[in-house]
């Protein structure tokens, strides 16, 4: 079938509106008709050959949308359900078979590879094969065959144009600190940048119960949504002393948690400083693959404190995201703040929206 799609071709460079053809379903796919999909940083750092999947392709991994048909092994949706699209993992590796998918083992072929397990792709033009099943979806597109690992069933009366970013930029954010990081209540955090995955971790720390949650950032509008989200405190990085601000805020004695967003190794050094003993420091952001930070660990040895890195929120996304959506409907996750809505036409502005910082979560909504 012909479906209409934002292809990526040339790496940096804005996608292109093109009609594409969208071939058979295979008997482990979905055929889901897209109603909304967010634009998310990883988006762009693929479009600009950051990471390796192949161009020209048709990127998007934050979908939500319709059931239109399914393989003959889907079991786990009908047509006619409402589903977000998260992203994919084997299924049959250590990690997956642990519960652990957003460490699969196989997660780029899965997520980055552009072809089914089989080599082939989903998507062409006029012969050309076009990268597709883009984190197992593809969804910058009005139709994508997408594998059931990728889907998550929801209720049908959550509505659908707002609902993508769950699939992975708030999923990681709130997951990193309800799943990885479980702060108890009373306990204190700061997140480095308030883009959606940092909002979401703004959202999640008042869900758990912490009674101090500072925001940093170097953009006034976002600092004052993270208050309206949830933080008790804010710095902008670019006026402020971001370590005399914490000292000041924690009566010296550091904060219990840390999560960075922005994987840059100044912020990384930060916020490891900004530590109090057996502190822990969360790294969600995607860097350039070679990219690396120092940490002092003299006279830090005797904090005793943690770094690791987060994938997708440590989620098994079939599980966690309609836990996010209960969340929602009590008022404690109001992911629809950060959301600003485009046409699939003027997607590329949503891409030069996020990177300014103008909208913290472009969601393109499918007319």
């Known amino acids: 079938m012909q479906i209409t799609a934002a292809v990526a071709r040339e790496h940096g460079q804005p996608l292109s509106i093109e009609t594409l053809e969208l071939d058979d379903l295979r008997a ?9 999909v967010g634009v998310c940083h990883t988006d762009a750092i693929v479009r600009d050959g950051v990471y390796p999947t192949p161009l020209p392709a048709v990127l998007g991994h934050e979908g939500a949308g319709v059931v239109e048909e399914v393989g003959s092994a889907v079991r786990s949706v009908a047509v006619g359900d409402h589903v ?7 299924g049959y590796c250590r990690r ?18 552009g072809r089914r397990r089989d080599g082939s792709t989903s998507l062409s033009r006029d012969g050309e094969v076009v990268s597709s099943h883009f984190f197992g979806q593809s969804a910058f597109a009005t139709y994508a065959n997408v594998v059931e690992e990728s ?33 108890p209540a ?9 883009g959606a995955v940092g909002s979401a971790a703004i959202m999640a720390a008042g869900v758990a119960g912490c009674t101090t949650i500072i925001a940093v950032d170097i953009v006034d509008s976002r600092l004052e949504l993270a208050r309206e989200l949830g933080a008790t405190h804010t710095i902008n990085s670019r006026s402020e002393d971001v370590a005399e601000q914490i000292t000041a805020i924690t009566d010296g004695r550091g904060v219990d948690f840390a999560v960075d967003t922005t994987a840059r190794s100044e912020q990384l050094r930060t916020a490891a400083e900004a530590l109090g003993v057996r502190g822990t420091l969360a790294l969600v952001g995607a860097a350039k693959p070679g990219t690396e930070v120092s940490f002092e ?24 995201i309609p836990h996010l959506i209960d969340l929602w409907r009590e008022g404690k996750f109001p992911f629809e703040k950060l ?23 472009p969601v393109v909504v499918f007319k």
């Open 96 to 113: 997956c078979r642990s519960g652990e998918m957003a460490y699969c083992e196989n997660l780029f072929a899965e997520d980055f590879g």
């Open 339 to 361: 959301v600003g809505e485009y046409d699939l036409e003027h997607i590329n502005d949503g891409f030069e929206d996020s990177r300014n910082g103008s909208v913290v979560k």
């Open 84 to 90: 977000v699209l998260g992203a994919a993992y084997c």
């Open 186 to 194: 009373g306990s204190s955090i700061i997140v480095f940048g308030t």
């Open 28 to 36: 482990n796919e979905v055929r889901v008709r897209m109603v909304s």
């Open 297 to 320: 660990i003299g006279s830090s040895l005797v904090k005793g404190w943690t770094f690791k890195t987060v994938v997708q929120g440590s989620s098994v996304p079939q599980v966690f």
């Open 151 to 183: 889907v998550i069933k929801v209720d049908r009366d959550v509505p659908l144009e707002h609902l993508g970013p769950l699939g992975c930029g708030l999923n990681t954010g709130a997951g990193t600190v309800l799943n990885e990081l479980r702060p």
